[in-house]
């Protein structure tokens, strides 16, 4: 079985400020961790993945996120954040062997000019 | 090349009525998803294919959704005698490989919009 959860609903943050989007999960042995953006009347993108190996992981348009297995978490992280970073951010995850990827609600990030 | 593609964008139909969703995968991926995205929720998971075979339609929420595939090709969601709690974006993905979703990104269309009136 697995599951993910995004705890926050929406995520505001000034232009130029760090951008952090909180994802947890719990999933039946190793997991697969995935980031998809959704921007408004598009379908969703691929960001990046976590399946093995380093635990921090980079993925397109400046994103990263980090594997921490202790608090079974996989955050999405920008250093920077841009206007048009504002979108509906989802975390998935899955394991081996595993059909179904569990989506999270998604969270709303807005960045302000 | 070419993504993902969905057809129709929108669709609004009567309560009672039957309607088909159409996705196109990406050619050569062997994988592909259903989803159902309510408003302000995330993505409810429907049917997964393996080639035209279907290990998983355990997330159909009802009988009256079915799915099928052609080969590695087309798929068609049919929701028969819709009603208005069906209304929601379907969502359809494709992937490369078998070993199901663990492993390989999904790659996401953009949608089919319906509404049941």
């Known amino acids: 079985a697995q599951s993910v959860a995004q705890p926050e609903d929406q995520v505001n943050v000034a232009e130029g400020n760090p951008l952090t989007v909180k994802c947890t999960y719990s999933v039946s042995g190793n997991p697969y961790l995935f980031w998809y953006v959704q921007y408004p009347n598009r379908g969703l993108q691929f960001l990046l993945k976590?399946?093995?190996?380093?635990?921090l992981v980079k993925g397109s348009y400046g994103f990263e996120a980090e594997f921490n297995k202790s608090q079974t978490s996989f955050h999405l992280k920008k250093p920077s954040a841009l206007v048009s970073d504002s979108a509906l951010y989802f975390c998935?995850?899955?394991?081996?062997?595993?059909?179904?990827?569990?989506f999270g609600k998604g969270n709303q990030v807005v960045v302000i000019p | 090349g070419a993504g993902v593609s969905q057809s129709p964008s929108n669709k609004v139909t009567e309560k009672g009525k039957d309607v088909e969703l159409r996705c196109d995968p990406i050619?050569?991926?062997?994988?592909l998803y259903w989803y159902r995205q309510r408003l302000g929720q995330g993505l409810e998971f429907l049917i997964y294919?393996?080639?035209?075979?279907?290990?998983?339609k355990s997330g159909l929420p009802s009988d009256r959704f079915s799915a099928e595939r052609t080969g590695e090709s087309v798929s068609t969601l049919t929701i028969q005698r819709t009603q208005q709690e069906d209304s929601a974006v379907y969502l359809c993905?494709?992937?490369?490989?078998?070993?199901?979703?663990?492993?390989?990104?999904?790659?996401f269309g953009p949608g089919t919009r319906l509404t049941v009136t």
């Open positions: 976590y399946i093995t190996g380093d635990n």
């Open positions: 294919f393996q080639g035209n075979s279907a290990p998983d």
């Open positions: 050619s050569g991926h062997t994988a």
């Open positions: 998935a995850g899955s394991y081996y062997g595993n059909n179904r990827l569990a």
């Open positions: 993905a494709s992937s490369l490989g078998q070993g199901g979703a663990g492993i390989y990104e999904q790659y």
